[in-house]
C-alpha cells in the first residue's frame, strides 16, 4: 500500500491550496481517509477526515469554515481544499487511511493503519 501525498507549496496569507492523496496497493472505498499535519516542534494533529461513503466529514476546530476534505473513491484519492491561509497552517500535511472498513472519519491519529509521506506547506507573504 502506497499514499502519495501531492500539491503542497508556498500560499500567500488568505490564500488557497488543494492537496491531493493517491492510493495505490488496494482499493480504499470502504475506508475512512483523513488529513493530518505537523508543525516544526508540535505534535501530529488531526486537519479533516471522511467516511468511507464520503457522508460524513469531520474537521479540527482550526479548519472548520476554510478547509473542505473530500474523496473520489474511483480515483482511490483523497483531497483537501485549503482556503482564507494563514501563516499557523505552515505544516508538513500527511494523509492517512484506516484499514477497517465503514469507518466514519475519526479524528485520532491512532484509528489510522496507512500513512503518506508528507507534503509540504508554507504560508508566508
Known amino acids: 500500500v502506497q499514499l502519495v501525498e501531492s500539491g503542497g507549496g508556498l500560499g500567500q496569507p488568505g490564500g488557497s491550496l488543494g492537496l491531493s492523496c493517491v492510493a495505490s496497493g488496494r482499493t480504499f472505498s470502504l475506508n475512512a481517509m483523513a488529513w493530518f499535519r505537523q508543525a516544526p516542534g508540535k505534535e501530529r494533529e488531526a486537519v479533516a477526515a471522511?467516511?468511507?461513503?464520503?457522508?460524513?466529514?469531520n474537521y479540527a476546530d482550526f479548519a472548520k469554515g476554510r478547509f473542505t476534505i473530500a474523496r473520489d473513491n474511483d480515483k482511490n484519492t483523497v483531497y483537501l481544499q485549503m482556503n482564507s491561509l494563514e501563516p499557523g497552517d505552515t505544516a508538513v500535511y500527511y494523509c492517512a487511511v484506516e484499514d477497517r472498513s465503514y469507518g466514519l472519519g475519526s479524528m485520532r491519529r491512532v484509528a489510522y493503519d496507512y500513512w503518506g509521506q508528507g507534503t509540504q506547506v508554507t504560508v508566508s507573504s
Open positions: 471522511i467516511s468511507w461513503s464520503g457522508a460524513k466529514r
